[in-house]
């Protein structure tokens, strides 16, 4: 069972491009979250939802931004792609206190 | 800012007992700690959690000291299949956000 999909699991974009990463979960967990890692760095926050509609930034924000308009849906949309932003990206769904998350495989995005 | 401090790295033999130690002086009285493992090339997978009282799942135990300063991460029979990066962490009070450190490089010897 696949509760979070991420899409696509690789993406090669040139500097300046707009990219949009889609993450899907099956089940109907209110917090959704992005995170990207990069190596030295682990893995850092970059939006996350709390419902539809309902979001808020991470702790690396600049130049990402993000929609939610299904509770099953969580987009991150990088604007203006730039070489700093070629990263590992994961999704990840759950929590409210006690509960574990779960993460996506991964986007693997390269920007030249 | 993780708020945890865990070692950069341990190793262990395949079928020993590990005991991966994480430091979280400055818990609040509502701050989960929390764990998960990344395998090499895929997502983080959640492990444990606890807020005060130890913890046991078919993966591991959880120990947390009685001052909850500091939790150990107990995998029984260490196998090649959990060499990972270990990750401790708390959930801040109130906080859905899970503020993830470098974590524990997990080495495990056959």
């Known amino acids: 069972d696949a509760g979070i999909t991420q899409s696509p699991r690789h993406k090669v974009t040139e500097t300046g491009t707009p990219v949009t990463l889609r993450c899907h979960q099956t089940e109907n967990h209110r917090y959704m979250y992005w995170y990207r890692q990069d190596p030295g760095h682990g893995l850092r926050l970059i939006h996350y939802s709390y419902g539809v509609k309902d979001t808020d930034k991470g702790e690396v924000s600049d130049g990402y931004s993000v929609s939610r308009s299904k509770t099953e849906d969580f987009l991150l949309t990088l604007e203006s792609a730039t070489s700093s932003q070629t990263s590992v990206y994961f999704c990840a769904n759950g929590g409210q206190g006690a509960a574990g998350y779960t993460f996506g495989s991964g986007t693997r995005l390269t920007v030249v | 800012d993780a708020k945890t401090t865990q070692p950069n790295s341990m190793e262990s033999n395949e079928e020993e007992p590990v005991h991966l130690p994480c430091n979280h002086s400055t818990i609040s009285g509502t701050d989960y700690i929390h764990w998960y493992r990344q395998l090499p090339s895929q997502g983080p997978e959640y492990v444990i959690h606890?807020?005060?009282s130890n913890v046991n799942n078919r993966m591991a135990s959880l120990a947390i000291a009685e001052d909850r300063k500091s939790s150990t991460l107990i995998l029984h029979r260490a196998t090649l299949r959990d060499a990972a990066v270990y990750y401790c962490i708390r959930s801040q009070g109130g906080s859905e956000k899970l503020v993830f450190g470098k974590g524990t490089k997990l080495t495990v010897n056959p």
């Open positions: 606890g807020l005060t």
